[in-house]
Nanobody
Framework: QVQLVESGGGLVQPGGSLRLSCAASGRIFSINAMSWFRQGPGNQRELVAAITSGGSTNYADSVKGRFTISRDNAKNTVYLQMNSLKLEDTAVYYC??????????????WGKGTLVTVSS
């Protein structure tokens, strides 16, 4: 019923850029916030960036100044523009949506992830 589809991952050299996209679809009444998490080799899952429907954003210290999260509420889509990529940015990136279903319950849904590999 609810789908989150991430795209845009791939192999990129250090200093390069990638743009991730996540499109939400299905029986969603409203989306309060969407976010990007990541989990790299040997690391715990961490919050990378989050954005509310009103445009308020939050970033991990490690990506501030390099990554930008944005959204298109009409399309229920969130983006993550990643610039000046570093080796330590290598991870599986997961999109999440914090939403209300049609019964009025707050839910969180996770995408399956997209792999970003930064390597020379």
């Amino acid at each position: 019923q609810v789908q989150l589809v991430e795209s845009g991952g791939g192999l990129v050299q250090p200093g390069g850029s990638l743009r991730l996209s996540c499109a939400a679809s299905g029986r969603i009444f409203s989306i309060n916030a969407m976010s990007w998490f990541r989990q790299g080799p040997g690391n715990q899952r961490e919050l990378v960036a989050a954005i509310t429907s009103g445009g308020s954003t939050n970033y991990a210290d490690s990506v501030k100044g390099r990554f930008t999260i944005s959204r298109d509420n009409a399309k229920n889509t969130v983006y993550l523009q990643m610039n000046s990529l570093k080796l330590e940015d290598t991870a599986v990136y997961y999109c999440t949506a914090d939403y209300l279903n049609w019964e009025g319950y707050g839910m969180i849904h996770w995408g399956k992830g997209t792999l970003v590999t930064v390597s020379s």
